[in-house]
């Protein structure tokens, strides 16, 4: 089974724009913390928050891991780092799902691979920035939004 590249690559250009500005994807193994700093017609290009190191994702690998995940599971485990981001982006695609620590595609169920925003948000001070980053967690396959910290204005006299 091959997944069409050039669908899967308008779907991951597609849902990586509707991302929030700010938002934080998180690598499955690593837990390292990256953000999708530009949009390509043949890449992605991203920044790791924990070392600034940049990387560029390549459209034609995301689909060889696809084609690995339409013969079969892919245990989280047995990703080598440079696969990480990879990972972490194509399981927002609800095409693709996380269940019992591996990747699938097409998702085991359907409620392991709904990517969701919490509802929940917490209250800020008055006068406090209530901007908030989207953080992806590998865990429960949802995108969680976390409090930014405040931003001070300048003004000027």
């Given at each position: 089974m091959s997944i069409e590249q050039h669908e899967l690559w308008d779907a991951v250009k597609e849902r990586?724009?509707?991302?929030?500005?700010?938002?934080?994807?998180?690598?499955?193994?690593?837990?390292?913390?990256?953000?999708?700093?530009e949009l390509s017609t043949d890449h992605l290009r991203i920044r790791f928050d924990d070392s600034g190191e940049k990387r560029v994702l390549r459209r034609e690998q995301f689909g060889v891991l696809a084609d690995r995940l339409a013969e079969h599971r892919l245990a989280v485990s047995e990703l080598p780092p440079?696969?990480?981001?990879?990972?972490?982006?194509?399981?927002?695609?609800?095409?693709?799902?996380?269940a019992d620590d591996e990747i699938?595609?097409?998702p085991v169920s359907r409620r392991a691979a709904d990517v969701r925003i919490s509802s929940r948000r917490r209250k800020h001070a008055p006068g406090r920035n209530a901007s908030a980053t989207m953080r992806f967690c590998w865990q429960t396959c949802s995108i969680r939004r976390t409090p930014s910290p405040p931003r001070r204005s300048r003004r000027t006299r």
């Open positions: 990586c724009a509707a991302l929030e500005p700010g938002s934080e994807l998180v690598t499955p193994l690593s837990n390292r913390p990256f953000r999708v700093r440079g696969v990480e981001p990879y990972a972490a982006v194509l399981t927002l695609l609800a095409d693709f799902g996380v699938a595609y097409p």
